[in-house]
């Protein structure tokens, strides 16, 4: 089946420091991916939509100069948190679809905590 | 927003069948319902979807009302480790991203 590859499971980070999570679909190509973003106890919300060789769609809400998507290969996306803060600490997820009739392939997350 | 609605938890025997209803009020033609779950602190795992025909494969077997307003997923013979979130979500097949409800919490206990 259809794998998504997501690195690091976990990060802890200095506040005002970036950090680069990568979202990579193994055997398969994905032209989209997706990031979402999950605080405890609450469901996965979407941050953006990372589309290949062009600029990502971010959600209401979300700031593009702060979560900075780059969507260079169709089997690679990165998500750089730039100067975060204690509140950017979550868990961060990507999915990926593999195809018309497959579903939605998710990683395994990567949880950051900024101190 | 969601579009689904579901109850926010359910309990249910290990060794019994696990049944989570799922309201798909505003679902349209094209739209077809997705069942993923979360077990704490990993990514959404895919169980099943369908369009409007019953489904079933390994995991699970999901039921759709013929005016696909509703539906169930079946998870026949649940263990411990089905203990997660469901979560029941419309999505067309054009590859638009996932919206997330608030899930059921589904808790099997020996």
């Known amino acids: 089946g259809a794998v998504v590859s997501q690195h690091p499971s976990w990060v802890i980070c200095k506040s005002g420091t970036s950090v680069k999570i990568e979202c990579r679909s193994l055997d398969f190509q994905a032209t989209t991916m997706f990031w979402y973003r999950q605080f405890p106890k609450q469901s996965l919300m979407l941050m953006a939509t990372s589309n290949e060789g062009s600029k990502a769609t971010y959600e209401q809400g979300v700031e593009k100069d702060k979560f900075l998507i780059n969507h260079a290969s169709l089997t690679l996306s990165t998500l750089t948190v730039t100067s975060a803060h204690p509140e950017d600490s979550s868990f961060y997820i990507c999915?990926?679809?593999?195809?018309?009739?497959?579903?939605?392939?998710f990683g395994s997350g990567t949880r950051l905590t900024v101190v | 927003d969601a579009k689904t609605t579901q109850p926010p938890s359910m309990d249910c025997a290990e060794g019994r069948a696990a049944n989570l209803p799922c309201n798909h009020s505003t679902i349209s033609g094209n739209e077809y319902v997705y069942w993923y779950r979360q077990i704490h602190s990993q990514g959404p795992q895919y169980i099943i979807h369908g369009l409007k025909n019953n489904e079933t494969n390994e995991m699970a077997s999901l039921i759709i009302t013929e005016d696909r307003k509703s539906s169930t997923l079946i998870l026949p013979h649940a263990t411990l480790r089905d203990t997660a979130v469901y979560y029941c979500i419309d999505a067309n097949q054009a590859g638009t991203a996932l919206i997330f409800g608030k899930g059921t919490t589904l808790s099997v206990s020996s």
């Open positions: 999915s990926a679809k593999q195809g018309l009739h497959y579903g939605y392939t």
